[in-house]
């Protein structure tokens, strides 16, 4: 797999090879959250799975989304680990009216974030 970087058109091409498929999304909240976990693996994050209970894997590193990712949607959950700082991070992606809130937490630091942009 190519190296994915922080600039900006290095993330939107590289989002579809992080999906099923390399389907691309095609509803405002599994565009976000795809957004989301491609600048989480650009971070060299390693991707841990879909469910707050997931644990990382040892001697596998995934950076593609499963099948099914989307399943939820709009809701969506997405668990990384640091292995550098053994942190954990969980991102929720939820869309609530025209709105799309995307929350993340740090779960050793109790750390969290919030956004909220404007989707249709």
Known sequence: MTRITLEPASIIQYI??????EQP??????????LVHA??????L????????ANPRQNESQKSLPEGWNARSPDFTLK?????SQ????????KLGNK??????LEQAEKNVSMEI???
């Open 16 to 21: 579809p090879r992080l999906l099923p498929n």
């Open 25 to 34: 999304p095609t509803r405002s909240a599994d565009a976000l959250a795809a």
């Open 39 to 44: 600048v989480n693996i650009a971070l060299d």
């Open 46 to 53: 390693e991707f841990v799975g879909i469910d707050e209970d």
């Open 80 to 84: 990384y680990h640091d292995s550098g």
């Open 87 to 94: 942190q954990s991070l969980i991102v929720k992606v939820m």
């Open 100 to 105: 799309t809130q995307i929350h993340g937490i």
């Open 118 to 120: 404007a989707t249709t």
